[in-house]
């Protein structure tokens, strides 16, 4: 029965659940993931992208929650130029597909605007650039939005109540064109947004800034982006340890199970 099918690795502490031979919760391959264990901010997905220090961002056992350290980002910098961790463009190809993007963040200062983007956000030539997290506008809200060139698409919002010197698990989701916002596994907001975001990784995804216009004080961690799912639709409960990595889908003996690291 496909529809109900689990299947265990070793002592069964890591279960799938798979529904018409389809991995749910997770992406084959398309995943990012920043466990910032490293001298540098390494992905440690299947993907091994660059990731890019740009200006003073660097990474820190200041602040950590799971890992040994952390990416720090000082909130200084202008422009092109300005603090941020520039994740490589390479199958980063959100389009107008589900996805999920999730982080552990420690906010010196609560930014204005949020705290990734597209690196050229409200760039004319790029359609579907996008930006999401934490803004400190409208009384405070999680969100994500996308432009086409500087023309703006839409977004979709959720008030939330945070505070400087916490870290706080934030996960925005898209599912058959709604997005889903959430602060510590509480959904907070949802909404249409099934914009194609075709031109979002050209030049790379930032963290940290919103092209020149914010630059973010922040600390963050475990920071994964998948490609392909929507990990979360409602409320759960927050992760307790660092996240796990997909690294892809095996076969064996008529079998299909993800392999995790």
């Known amino acids: 029965d496909v529809f109900s099918t689990f299947v265990w690795e070793g ?10 031979a389809v991995q749910l919760g997770a992406a084959s391959t398309d995943n990012v993931a920043l466990h910032m ?22 990474t820190s056992t200041t602040q950590t929650k799971f890992t040994s350290k952390s990416l720090y980002v000082d909130g200084t910098g202008s422009g092109d130029t300005g603090t941020c ?3 490589q463009e390479g199958q980063i190809k959100l389009a107008k597909k589900d996805f999920t993007i999730e982080y552990w963040v420690y906010w010196n200062t609560l930014p204005t605007y949020s705290d990734f983007a597209s690196r050229n956000y409200y760039v004319n030539g790029y359609d ?5 997290g934490y ?5 405070g809200q999680l969100r994500i939005f996308a432009y086409d060139d500087q023309t703006f698409l839409g977004s979709v919002t959720g008030s939330v109540s945070v505070s400087t010197g916490t870290w706080y698990h934030v996960a925005i989701s898209r599912s058959n064109g709604t997005a889903y916002l ?10 249409a947004f099934d914009h194609d975001l075709k031109n979002a990784e050209i030049g790379g995804i930032t963290i940290g800034r919103l092209s020149g216009y914010e630059q973010v004080n922040a600390y963050f961690s475990d920071f994964r982006i998948t490609v392909g799912a929507a990990r979360y639709t409602s409320s759960f409960t927050a992760p307790s340890a ?12 008529g079998l299909v199970w993800i392999k995790q690291r």
């Open 11 to 20: 002592s069964g502490a890591k279960v799938q659940k798979i529904e018409n």
């Open 37 to 58: 264990t490293g001298a540098t901010s390494t992905d440690n997905g299947p993907l091994s992208l660059t990731v890019n220090a740009i200006g003073n961002a660097t």
């Open 85 to 87: 961790f520039d994740i």
């Open 128 to 132: 579907g650039s996008f930006g999401g």
């Open 135 to 139: 803004s400190s506008t409208s009384g």
């Open 182 to 191: 959430f602060l510590d596994g509480t959904l907070k907001g949802s909404g």
């Open 242 to 253: 660092a996240l796990p990595v997909d690294t892809g889908i095996a076969a064996k003996g």
